[in-house]
T-cell receptor, first 112, second 112 residues
């Protein structure tokens, strides 16, 4: 069966520090991968999605970047965090949109 | 017009009642529809998918789809306090083969 792993679960980082969040999927090949952010009490904001190794589409201009160095690995990064980067970051995968997405457990990031 | 719209709520129902959650969408050619449940502080979990007009039942949950009127609803029968969560509706993004768009969610509280 397919599983998605996301870590860390919580993170407190100072303003200006770098960020690296990792997501891996097991049990499937060539998944579509997504990074979402959810601010407190708000909806899901798509940040990046990837359809293959090295293929990244950015949805929102921001202080973040994404990379997909391996088929089932998706990384979200920042060189210098801003206070506004705080939120709940969710990784998701799908084989096709008609089957829906499966989300990881999320990372709660607080920038202080 | 937003691609997916949901009443933000909050919606409160007494335990044992039927909770009715509604979602409208703008793309007439959408073929797949999803309901996610998100408990506070947790990631969204796919609970229902529906592809054809009519009703789809899974335990206490029933998804209803009306393509002519472009709405999809979720009924929760015999509501329990454990059903208290935010429910997100998701539909494919027009023109994209890989992306879903999510509604902002309806917060449901089941009162004991």
């Amino acid at each position: 069966s397919q599983t998605i792993h996301q870590w860390p679960a919580t993170l407190v980082q100072p303003v200006g520090s770098p960020l690296s969040l990792e997501c891996t999927v097991e049990g499937t090949s060539n998944p579509n991968l997504y990074w979402y952010r959810q601010a407190a009490g708000r909806g899901l904001q798509l940040l990046f999605y990837s359809v293959g190794i090295g293929q990244i589409s950015s949805e929102v201009p921001q202080n973040l970047s994404a990379s997909r160095p391996q088929d089932r690995q998706f990384i979200l990064s920042s060189k210098k965090l801003l206070l506004s980067d705080s939120g709940f970051y969710l990784c998701a995968w799908s084989v096709h949109r008609d089957y829906g997405y499966t989300f990881g457990s999320g990372t709660r990031l607080t920038v202080v | 017009q937003k691609e997916v719209e949901q009443n933000s709520g909050p919606l409160s129902v007494p335990e044992g009642a039927i909770a009715s959650l509604n979602c409208t969408y703008s793309d007439r050619v959408s073929q797949s529809f999803f309901w996610y449940r998100q408990y506070s502080g947790k990631s969204p979990e796919l609970i229902m998918s529906i592809y054809s007009n009519g009703d789809k039942e899974d335990g206490r949950f029933t998804a209803q789809l009306n393509k002519a009127s472009q709405y999809v609803s979720l009924l929760i029968r015999d509501s329990q306090p454990s059903d208290s969560a935010t429910y997100l509706c998701a539909v494919p993004i027009s023109g994209s083969a890989r992306q879903l768009t999510f509604g902002s969610g309806t917060q449901l509280t089941v009162l004991p």
